[in-house]
């Protein structure tokens, strides 16, 4: 059996002999309308707002208005979002004032370079943009306090607008359930102080902090609060396909447009393994979200949740851009062993939290039950080596230490892309 693995911009390939147990995951194609673009359905959707007035109608008698837009990290096609929220808030009201709001939550800043390729050099070169930074006192505002008792502060330019609106799109989250909606606010703008709180050790550590959960979720519910008192009041969500093509798109209300399109998702993405696997190859679905060994932790719960006790995981990120967080890093590389980091960290109070916490914590998890080996660059070696991991130049290579390690009989999981499904037993 040949598998092809996801890895920055192109892919890898493994050719697994026919008498072994692999069982592959994926999620259910999504079918398109034939000859229907990405514009074609961000229009569709936005035609027919899903519990809300139009852009168009909510921009009539708005002097300002704000929109949240992704970062660097995110495969969000922009360039096939933005033009039509543009063209509806200006038809709506001409002299509108509009500004981008590039949410980073606690990521680095996404350069010029990076906006060109996400929204293209017309928006870029024409329109007023920001870039969110959560250390930015200058620039952060006090909101109120969110139900888990963490301060809600946001970004003034998503404050002090008339109408704030967002771009973004869904997937499945390893702790918020999925992504989309009212994450564009929280971490999306928030200050880091906010974004602490919500990812604060208790919450990381409950059971309902999972992919696919949204119900009962602490993380979910202080996002959707945040979002709620940060006025948001429209969405335009897309879901991507593995190629990161437009395969859905959901406009309206934050919350009613959010949650239908999370149960679209659902329906596609949701796996059931036949058993746990004694070996499981996963990826993080290639670029942008496979930049870093912190983003990379997503694609590694997947396989956790398909993963036998004592199993060999092995994940295909190039992490090209180092690893995506100095205290993330610092953590892994200086604790004493990854179950006693992991026990440390749940005696964390919220309000003293530190930055990256929580993607320590759930790769703390994985590492104190699994032996997981790294496909990446090799400029990240030393430090793959440094947090605790393995490292392996090719995927042919990583796959034979787990068969020795685990035996010719071992069972074998391949999910080609590991942010892309909700394993569920």
């Not at 990290?73 to 001409?94: A, D, F, K, W």
């Not at 060109?116 to 200058?138: F, P, R, S, T, Y």
Request: hydrophobic share 40%; charged share 20%.
């Amino acid at each position: 059996m040949k598998v092809s693995i996801p890895y920055a911009r192109q892919r890898l390939a493994l050719d697994l002999p026919e008498e072994l147990d692999v069982e592959v995951l994926r999620a259910k194609p999504i079918s398109v309308a034939v000859g229907k673009t990405a514009d074609d359905l961000v229009c569709a959707a936005m035609a027919s707002p899903i519990g809300s007035p139009s852009l168009q109608e909510l921009a009539k008698g708005r002097k300002t208005a704000t929109i949240i837009c992704s970062d660097h990290t995110r495969p969000v096609p922009s360039q096939h979002i933005l033009p039509h929220m543009l063209r509806e808030l200006r038809q709506g009201n001409p002299a509108i004032q509009v500004t981008l709001l590039i949410a980073t939550g606690c990521h680095r800043h996404t350069t010029k370079e990076e906006l060109i390729h996400k929204m293209g050099a017309e928006i870029v070169a024409n329109e007023k943009i920001l870039i969110h930074d959560c250390l930015d006192e200058q620039e952060i505002v006090d909101v109120g306090v969110l139900p888990s008792g963490a301060k809600l502060r946001l970004n003034r330019a998503a404050v002090e607008t008339e109408l704030l609106v967002a771009e973004g799109f869904i997937e499945p989250h390893f702790f918020a359930g999925f992504s989309g909606g009212r994450k564009s606010v929280l971490p999306g703008v928030c200050s880091r102080t906010t974004v602490l709180g919500n990812h604060c050790a208790e919450f990381i550590a409950s059971p309902y902090a999972r992919t696919g959960v949204l119900d009962g979720n602490p993380i979910h519910r202080d996002m959707v609060a945040a979002a709620k008192m940060a006025k948001l009041q429209y969405i335009v969500n897309v879901i991507v396909d593995e190629q990161k093509q437009t395969a859905a798109a959901f406009a309206g209300d934050p919350f009613a447009a959010h949650a239908q399109g999370c149960d679209y998702l659902e329906q596609h993405a949701t796996v059931h393994p036949r058993r746990l696997a004694d070996i499981v190859i996963t990826s993080n679905g290639g670029y942008p979200l496979d930049q870093n060994i912190y983003q990379s932790v997503k694609g590694l719960t997947a396989a956790e949740s398909a993963a036998a006790e004592g199993a060999v995981i092995i994940t295909c990120a190039s992490c090209l851009d180092g690893n995506g967080g100095d205290a993330f890093y610092q953590t892994l590389a200086g604790c004493e062993s990854p179950a006693k980091l992991q026990a440390d960290i749940l005696k964390v109070p919220q309000d003293e939290t530190i930055p990256d916490q929580w993607e320590s914590q759930v790769l703390a998890r994985i590492l104190t039950a699994h032996h997981v080996i790294y496909v990446a660059d090799a400029s990240v070696k030393d430090q793959i080596l440094a947090m605790k991991m393995d490292y392996a130049a090719t995927l042919e290579e990583a796959f034979e230490r787990a068969q020795t390690e685990k035996g010719s009989k071992a069972k074998i999981t391949v999910i080609p892309d590991g942010i892309s499904v909700i394993v569920k037993h």
